[in-house]
């Protein structure tokens, strides 16, 4: 897989890196930003932050590249549907960034796609109706017939929005509305693995196509 991939990967899907790997590449960083100064190492390794584990040290061996190829080769081996690659709709190449909305290579801007920005906080399913993802609206207008991106949260599909509901909370003696977007095109094990990543802390993009 070329470098720019790779750092991609890295960059924006570390969650999906084992213990292990997250703190060789911790070690891997404070052993850098500590390289020349002492006193500044000291502290990384005082912290933990760079290890004398074998478990860990042993990771990087064979180069800092290899590492990191590694943990992308096993990722895409084990859990490809969770890595987004947010590519360009028109030419089809990488995006800077998962949010990026605009092509650096040709151009195009696929802003006009987006409707509106949802900040999912819980998801619930009621029994006999529709599975819901409860949260606020950050920006633009949600109607019936549009459509969740799911993506950037590991799930490589664009459900449905078909049926929007109010749900009053109460925390520390506040109350408030959240708004409870229905769909049925999630399938249980969709649903557990969104349950399994809360607190949720990318906005999803509401689209329409």
């Given at each position: 897989?070329?470098q720019?991939?790779?750092d991609?990967i ?28 002492p006193?500044?190492?000291?502290i ?7 290890s ?14 290899v590492?990191?190829q ?33 092509c ?19 998801t619930?399913?009621?029994t ?15 109607r ?31 109350v408030?509305?959240?708004i409870?977007?229905?769909t049925?095109?999630l ?23």
């Amino acid at each position: 897989m070329d470098q720019e991939t790779t750092d991609y990967i890295i960059n924006y899907f570390g969650n999906l890196m084992t213990k292990n790997e997250k703190l060789a590449l911790k070690h891997q960083m404070s052993s850098f930003k500590s390289n020349e100064n002492p006193q500044f190492r000291k502290i990384m390794i005082d912290k933990g932050w760079i290890s004398s584990n074998p478990e860990i040290t042993n990771l990087l061996e064979n180069s800092y590249e290899v590492f990191k190829q590694n943990i992308v080769t096993r990722v895409m081996t084990e859990t490809p549907e969770k890595v987004f690659f947010n590519n360009c709709p028109k030419c089809d190449k990488l995006a800077r960034t998962p949010h990026a909305k605009q092509c650096r290579f040709c151009g195009y801007s696929w802003h006009h796609l987006i409707v509106a920005q949802f900040k999912l906080n819980d998801t619930i399913q009621i029994t006999g109706r529709q599975f819901f993802l409860i949260g606020q609206i950050i920006e633009g207008e949600i109607r019936e017939g549009q459509r969740i991106d799911l993506r950037i949260l590991g799930l490589n599909k664009k459900i449905k929005i078909e049926s929007i509901e109010f749900a009053l909370k109460h925390q520390d003696e506040k109350v408030w509305e959240d708004i409870s977007l229905g769909t049925n095109e999630l399938t249980e094990q969709d649903k557990e693995y969104l349950k399994s990543i809360h607190p949720f802390k990318e906005s999803l993009d509401i689209i329409i196509e």
